[in-house]
């Protein structure tokens, strides 16, 4: 009847539109399971490094510089260098062109792993400069989700700002807290996702299963596609025509519905 039909349209009406704070949370999340990819792949292939933030590097480069490893220290601090290159470049690119972020991460994300997979892996750190600089590109775009802060290349703050939320929370019953605990939870879940397909990936298909992490980056393109055809359908035009027809549709509804 008129009155299913109408439920049914509806429907998929909200499945083909997405509010930009969900576009924004969902896009996160995928790109905080693509972090959590490259992050496993380069500690499993190697030697332990982990590509997504400095903190381990310096720690290594000062063990090694008091130890007189020179060449060990040189490698460390090209990759020093490499890692903040990637986020001069996002905060250039972002704020002095009219360049697509969102869209050229994927493809700096895919060129890095794709060029990590055919560098050697002797000596280590070469071979994981590229993830270097793809993370801390992807850093410095997706960077947060619906108001909140959040690395989308590595966990410990997440894990801190999760468990705040839910504290905050039982403590105020505040819904902007359980809104955050929500956020960030899911944000943690899908770096730990991120890294389980990582690790398969990796044990699977050794150095080639960087290519995996294609699935996850090509899932984010056509979210921005569903984001970008949801913007673009809510026209003053359609916008008006779309009244018209609900309006049509309430009148016809109230005259099926029993007294």
Not at 4 to 14: E, L, N, P, T, V
Not at 16 to 26: A, F, I, P, S, Y
Not at 120 to 135: I, N
Not at 216 to 224: E, K, N
Request: aromatic letters at 14%; a negative charge.
């Amino acid at each position: 009847n008129r009155v299913s039909k109408y439920i049914m349209r509806k429907a998929f009406q909200s499945m083909g539109k997405l509010t930009d704070n969900q576009w924004e949370v969902m896009m996160h999340w995928l790109l905080t399971l693509v972090g959590g990819f490259m992050g496993v792949y380069a500690v499993l292939l190697h030697a332990g490094n982990f590509g997504s933030a400095q903190t381990g590097n310096v720690m290594e480069m000062a063990a090694e510089l008091v130890s007189m490893e020179w060449q060990k220290v040189l490698l460390r601090v090209i990759a020093f260098i490499i890692f903040g290159c990637g986020v001069v470049a996002a905060y250039l690119l972002t704020n002095y062109t009219e360049l697509n972020m969102r869209k050229l991460a994927l493809w700096v994300d895919a060129a890095g792993l794709t060029l990590a997979s055919l560098l050697p892996l002797d000596p280590v750190l070469p071979g994981l400069y590229p993830v270097f600089f793809c993370a801390s590109f992807q850093w410095g775009v997706y960077s947060a989700a619906d108001g909140f802060k959040s690395a989308s290349i590595f966990t410990t703050n997440n894990y801190k700002q999760a468990l705040l939320g839910w504290t905050q929370y039982i403590l105020t019953k505040d819904k902007e807290f359980l809104r955050k605990a929500i956020v960030y939870t899911f944000t943690v879940l899908s770096f730990f996702g991120g890294a389980c397909l990582g690790a398969w990936s990796v044990y699977t298909f050794n150095v080639r299963g960087a290519y995996i992490a294609f699935v996850p980056l090509a899932a984010a393109r056509i979210l921005i596609a569903v984001g970008e055809r949801s913007a673009q359908d809510e026209t003053p035009a359609e916008l008006a025509r779309e009244a018209t027809e609900e309006a049509e549709e309430a009148v016809l509804l109230e005259e099926e519905l029993p007294k």
